[in-house]
């Protein structure tokens, strides 16, 4: 095999660098520079709109967590009020107010990643790489919010601060976190970087001082200057765009196919049969028992808690990453849906 080693490929016309296809290769283009799953807000597989929202949990869109702990009631919903390029935000809006929050309250919105994705940070290194946070936001409520990193494997944190300066208008902003020099990641599917979008938090979250290089992680310094978009049900957020790469600038956001997004989503969670009527075609393997496997949509990131429905008392006699087998002892009964989730 021949091997070319050139510095630039350019047009032979003008000198410029070549396109392919009519796109100029360059870094706002890589494919799979978005850490963040779901960005655009387009996939919302458990459903597009949850109400009375007063705890944790995933509630519309996919892969962003909503952590909540007694600060006003919130519906959770993916919206199509969206900035140009966009179809989908994620919308929260308070209804029933909390004006003043208690110290350990607090509201943010998170994405977790899998620390085998982040290995080419090369944290805990000199050569540890920045990251770049970038997204679309809108508010009725103007002022300072915070965007954090958090870091469980070696307990650490940085965060940085935004300025919502209109208000009911979308706005983008960017912000660049230093990279960390101090402890490494697990190269497995485990817990790697908690990306957190502060709404509004108590004392606990914001007696200190913003910890805006990488520390051993204080709740007191998470969130200092963070406004309370609890403290009024005319409040909302829409956030939409979001994207998290390598670097120390924002580079053109990452749109990939519908179809790439929802099976990225899938491995963190994923419904099956949701339209049918029997899930599953099985084997009779003696007189008494029947035997069937479904296999997922896609592999799953751990074995899934799964959450069945349909007839009868199917017993799970194997969960893996990509099946779960069932065994029963009567025809009528059946399995018509399943809910898999493996989130982080």
Not at 2 to 15: E, F, P, Q
Not at 239 to 248: A, D, F, K, R
Not at 280 to 302: F, G, H, I, L, P
Request: with cysteine; glycine share 8%; charged share 15%.
């Amino acid at each position: 095999m021949s091997t070319i080693a050139v510095n630039a490929i350019t047009d032979a016309s003008a000198g410029n660098t070549t396109t392919i296809n009519g796109v100029t290769p360059n870094s706002a283009n890589v494919v799979g520079k978005n850490l963040v799953i779901n960005g655009a807000m387009q996939i919302a597989q458990r459903g597009t709109s949850t109400t009375g929202v007063t705890v944790s949990g995933y509630f519309a869109c996919d892969r962003f967590k909503t952590i909540l702990t007694s600060l006003g009631t919130w519906t959770v919903e993916q919206s199509t009020d969206a900035p140009d390029g966009f179809s989908n935000s994620l919308k929260h809006s308070c209804t029933t107010a909390d004006a003043s929050p208690a110290a350990g309250d607090v509201l943010y919105l998170s994405q977790i990643i899998e620390s085998q994705n982040l290995q080419q940070l090369a944290k805990g290194t000199t050569s540890a790489k920045s990251l770049t946070c970038s997204f679309w936001v809108k508010s009725n409520k103007t002022g300072t919010y915070i965007v954090g990193l958090q870091e469980f494997q070696n307990t650490r944190y940085i965060a940085n601060s935004y300025t919502i300066n209109a208000a009911n208008t979308w706005e983008k902003k960017t912000i660049t976190f230093a990279g960390d020099t101090t402890g490494t990641l697990a190269n497995d599917n485990s817990a790697g970087l908690y990306l957190q979008f502060y709404l509004g938090v108590g004392s606990d979250y914001s007696s200190g001082t913003l910890a805006t290089s990488w520390e051993s992680t204080v709740n007191a310094n998470r969130a200092v200057g963070q406004v309370n978009l609890a403290d009024s049900t005319s409040n909302y957020i829409n956030i939409t765009g979001v994207q998290l790469e390598v670097g120390e600038s924002a580079t053109e956001f990452e749109h990939r196919p519908y179809g790439m997004e929802l099976q990225l989503c899938q491995r963190y969670y994923q419904e099956i049969g949701k339209n049918a009527n029997n899930l599953w075609v099985s084997a009779q393997y003696n007189s008494s028992n029947w035997w069937s496997t479904v296999q997922y949509r896609t592999e799953m990131r751990a074995n899934p808690t799964i959450t069945k429905s349909g007839a009868g008392t199917p017993q799970a006699t194997y969960i893996s990453t990509d099946s779960v087998s069932y065994q029963f002892s009567t025809s009528t009964t059946y399995v018509s849906e399943l809910k898999l989730n493996a989130e982080l």
